[in-house]
Nanobody
Framework: QVQLVESGGGLVQAGDSLRLSCAAS????????KGWFRQAPGKEREFVAA????????YYADSVKGRFTVSRDNVMNTVDLQMNTLEPEDTAVYYC???????????????????WGQGTQVTVSS
């Protein structure tokens, strides 16, 4: 079992930056891939970013590419999402997710991940 807890959400203005963090506990010794998803009111949960165990490989949704950066610290068991140049369209609850292995074909699907955090609200005002 892996427990995930997100932090760092809040209310910001368009153009501002925010850094989310996800702390993992439990069976963190496994080589879990970590992902970030978000869900806006009335919309489906969507992929934002993912990072491999080593941190060598990162993946982003087109809507955040160039603005968001995902990173991980395997000593501290944390995964961060640095969000720059935020837009009102980025408003959503952001979730951290983890899975032992995810293929490139499925990594953008929420169903590919086994463990989820409770989410943290990010609100961007115009």
């Amino acid at each position: 079992q892996v427990q995930l807890v997100e932090s760092g959400g809040g209310l910001v203005q368009a153009g501002d930056s925010l850094r989310l963090s996800c702390a993992a506990s439990g069976r963190t010794e496994n080589n879990y891939i970590k992902g970030w998803f978000r869900q806006a009111p009335g919309k489906e949960r969507e992929f934002v970013a993912a990072i491999s165990w080593s941190g060598t490989n990162t993946y982003y949704a087109d809507s955040v590419k160039g603005r968001f950066t995902v990173s991980r610290d395997n000593v501290m068991n944390t995964v961060d999402l640095q969000m720059n140049t935020l837009e009102p369209e980025d408003t959503a609850v952001y979730y951290c997710a983890a899975a032992p292995s995810v293929s490139s074909a499925t990594m953008k699907r929420p169903t590919a991940y086994d463990y989820w955090g409770q989410g943290t609200q990010v609100t961007v005002s115009s």
